[in-house]
Structure formats: C-alpha cells, structure tokens
C-alpha cells in the first residue's frame, strides 16, 4: 500500500509538473517573443504587443507567488500577522472587483452578506483564498450561469460560501480535491489550465487562521466551497495580532485576476480578417486555446503576406480546415474538445486534408511527447518559448517542401497519365493516376478478346494525296476509332497506319461474356463514326472509305514489352494472329468474329460464315458475322 501510494505521489507530481512547465511556457513565449522582435528590429512595444507582456507578466507572478507560499508553508517559514477585520466589507470590495468580469462573461454575482462579528485575518494571505474561490467559480459556470457569495454567523464562527452553478465536481475527485498538484487530469484535451497548487494552497492558509473548508458538488450542476472561520482573536498566539483595523489592498488584485484576464481574452469574438493586398499568399490555420497566444501567432504570419484563419480548439480547427482548405496548420498541443494529437489524426483520415504539413506548437518538450506527435504525423514541433523567426522559418521550410512534394505528385501524375492514355480509357488513366486503381503491368497470360481493324483502300488514297493531307485524314480517323475504343472501356494496344488492335479484358480484368459485349460495341460505333467522317470527306471531294473488322477471344500474354530505353503495352499470341486474319478475311463493311466470340451472342444477332484456313493459323477457323448497323438485343431490352 505505501509503495502504491508513492507510485501514485509520483505520478501527481509528473503531472504537476507537466502543468507548471504548460503554464510557465505559454506566458514567456509571450514576452520573449515581442521582446526578441522589438530589440531586433531596434522599435518599441506596441500597445497590444504591451498588453499582451504585462498579462503575461501577472501570471507567471501569480504562479511563483504560489510556488513561494507553498514552499514557506513546508519549511514553516510563514510568518503571519493577524488584523480585526470587517469581513462584510472585505469581501463586499473582492466581490465587486468580479462583478465586471463576471458581466462580460455574462454570469450573474449574487452578494448575501449578513453582518458578523469582527474576524481577525492576515489580509494578504486571506484576499488569495477569496480570489481564488472567486477564480475557479468563473473558470468553472458558464455563460448564463449564477455565482452566490454568502457570508453569516454559524454558531460562533463566520460561514463564508462561494457557490456556483457551473460544470460541478466528479465525486472521484471530491476526495483529492485540496491536495497539492492535483488540478485535474493532466491529458491533453483537459478543458481549463492550472497548476494544481490553487485548492491546495487555499487549504493551507484557511487552516492558518484557524478554520476549515469544504466542498459539496453535484457533477453537472454546480459547486460550494464553504469557509468557517472563528470569530475573535482568543486562537491566535498574541505576539501576531496587530492593533490596527485591516484593510483590503486591492492594488494586489491586478495579479490574482491575472488568469481571469487571460480567460476572457478568449471570450472576444474570433475574426479572420482577410487582407485583400496579401489574398494570394498561402492560407495557413492557427489552432490554439489561449486567445493571447492564438493573436500573437497569426500575427507573426499576417505581417509575412499568410492568409491566416484562427480557431479557439481541436474541433473548430477541424471544422475551419475543411471550410478553408489551408497549406498548413499550426496547433496546439494541450487543448479543450479535441487535443492536437487528436485534431492531427482527423486531419490524415480526412481524403482532402491528409497530405497538409502540421507544426505543433506545446509546452511539452519532453521526448515522449515529441515522438508521440511525430508518429500521430506532425511534420515539426515546436517548443515554447519560440521566437518569431523560428515560427516563420518552420512555415517557410514547410511550405516549400509541399510545393516540392505537390511538384514531383503532379510529375509523376502527368508521367503515368501521358503513358496510361496511350492505351487506355481516360476513366481508368484518372482511377490509377489518384492511386484508386491498381495495375499490374508485367506480362503474363490473360484471356482477352482482341479486335482488329482497318480501311478498305487507304493505301491507295494515300498515294494520290499530298502528304499532309493523308496525315490530316489518318489523325481524323484515328481519333474518331479510339474515341468508339475508349467509349466501350477498351484498350487500344498500337496503331499501323490505318490498322488499329483494341484488348478487352487487359489491364482492367473483365468476364468473357463482357469483353465480347464491349468488342461489339466498339466495332459498331467504329462503322458509325467512319460513315460520319465519309459525309464530311465526300464533301471535299474524296472517296468514299469502308471499314472491316475481326474480333477473336483465347489467351495472350499481356503486358509491358520493350526496355528501359521504350517499352508498349501490347499483346502477344496467336490469339492476336486468328483476330488480324480475321480483319484481312473480312468484307468491307463487315464485322467478322470467331466461333469463340459467337457463342456469347444471342443466335439472332450473328450470321454463320465458312470455316476459313487462315494463314499462319494450322487449325480451321469457323467464323460469324455480325451487322455492323444492328442493335444487340440485349441492349434492346435494355432500352425497353
């Protein structure tokens, strides 16, 4: 059990200390930054820029201040004096110091004070116990909400109450609540920041005065922290009891509202003002829940030309970055709602967003952290205090990098694309351009049907023209046959003159029944695009041409042939040979198929033919025709 406890000690301390280094970090980056700057640079603070550091400035006092405290109360080297004091009018001045904060954030500060007898305390240690009740209330009720303070005499004591209608307390938590270093969970997504030292520290100086305190919360719907305080001075040792009557300094608030300050920062409206001059730089997407920071950060980057959105959390980053699609996110690690790590992992699930370059920006510098951020896919990491430099360098490295990396995708796009299209339809060429498709180009046998066709008397028409124009009728005709090739999702393996070979089934795999289908219907919107073309043609007073065509199916060795100085995508095989013979066999006007390609279609679509005696082929073939001009049945009651 005691080696549980000490486990469990050490871990609240790592988790301290994680926080304190959180909290230190983030208002140093905003002083060392503005500061390197203006030094650099050889001008003054702006007023903003001023603001921004003298915040700042309070909370890191307000921390040291805790710090010190609690180090003095270990040491026993807390000295206290103890004035009579008019609690009524005491907490009545700390009271209407919150009032306007309390306003701005819209929750609503009730006083109930009722008169008590004089109660003796070390104002300046007891002023830190109300600020920070009054502190975490605000932290903890949101917008709408009610904070009650009441002060009345209970049964010889002083009962001072702080009560809220905020967020409430874990029952889990009640028990550990005053405990040095216990904030709250230190994850990553926590909601509100801390130290752990505030509750603690509140403990520890209500004890000096010879009280207690108490909470009583119902998660969900709020909390109270009860104060009972003696009346009198009969429990103080006499030597620190000072004849004077005390008074609040309230001079000493501007530090203990100093989380509150930063807080309500956030609570200012979000503007993502665009800067026409500058519309054209890249849009970059700053994720961060300190509003102070958040600003100072857009800032540096609004003043190099970046159009910068800002959002206030992991989730309305996420939500910006799909509206404004950026060229780079800086986030946040420790954020309310969704975390940085989290906010980066719907980033790279995200089909549109997956590729952006991701800084994180954290106060946890350790190595874990860093290579948990590295494998979640942060591009950089960046540890506060940064400088501005450092945060443009990291952008600029990035940015450039991404274009490098957009420029070789595009490259390597256009490289496939100009191989793919050769021979494929533009359909499959984008599929496997974007990666959605995968082809396996290496030869290897497949069955596939092949078509096979060409002009009836092109070679003489090309004797009798110029050069030029027997080259402007060839393209003419060519990209009208592969237009009718890609149309039925063929695959147009090489041109010979006016010859064309056509693969289905290769690369992309198809069943016979639909290689011959799509063959079909090739050969056909081939006849009807020659007749197009022949009207245009005979008009310039040029013969009239006609097309004959050969479809076979069997098996082939497909694949990428040649080496690495060029290679084709064709098709090898006496499948290839049976389907030119058929061509050459064929009439003009005439689709000629085999046996093998006929038993596919209905018995009304095809005619049989002779069995022919091929050249270069041993065995008999038996052949069919099909008409050019009909429609295949099934595509009848298709349309039907």
Known sequence: QQAEKLMELDRAKTEFFQNISHEFRTPLTLMLGPLETVVSQKQGLSCEQSSIALRSSRRLLRLVNQLLDLQRLDAGQMRSSFQACDLVDFVHQIVETFRAYCEKKGIQLVAALSPCDPVYLDLEKFDKVVYNLLSNAMKFTPAGGTITVSLEPVDGRVSLTVRDTGIGIREDQIAVLFERFRQAEGSVNRRYEGTGLGLALVKELVEIHGGQVKVTSVYGEGSAFALMLPIGSGHLDPSQILDEQGELQVSRAAVEFADIDTELQALEPEENPID?????????????????????????????????????????????????????????????????????????????????????????????????????????????????????????NLLALKEKEQHMVELNQYLTESVLKRFLPPSLVQRAAKGTLSLDLRPEPKMVTVLFSDIVGFTQLSNSLRSKKVAEILNEYLTEMTRAVFKNGGTVDKFMGDAILALYGAPEELTPNEQVRRAIGTARDMHCALELLNEKWTAQGLPKLEFRCGIHQGTAVVGMFGGAERSDYTAVGPCVNIAARLQTAAQPGQILISAAVADYLEEEEITKGESLNLKGIDETVLTFWVDPMAINVRETSLIA
């Open 276 to 396: 026409e001059a500058n519309a054209t730089g890249k849009r970059i997407l700053v994720v961060e829940d300190t509003a102070d920071l958040r600003h100072y950060v857009a800032g540096i980057l609004r003043s190099q030309g970046y159009r910068v959105f800002t959002a206030r959390d992991g989730e309305e980053g996420f939500q910006m970055a799909q509206l404004h699609q950026p060229h780079l996110v800086l986030t946040d690690l420790m954020m309310p709602k969704v975390s940085g790590l989290e906010l980066i992992r719907m980033v790279r699930l995200d089909e549109d967003l997956s590729g952006t370059p991701i800084i994180l920006l954290t106060a946890k510098a350790d190595d874990d952290t860093r290579l948990e951020g590295v494998e979640h896919g942060a591009d950089a990491y960046l540890s506060k205090p940064f400088s501005d430099r450092l945060v443009i360098a990291e952008v600029r």
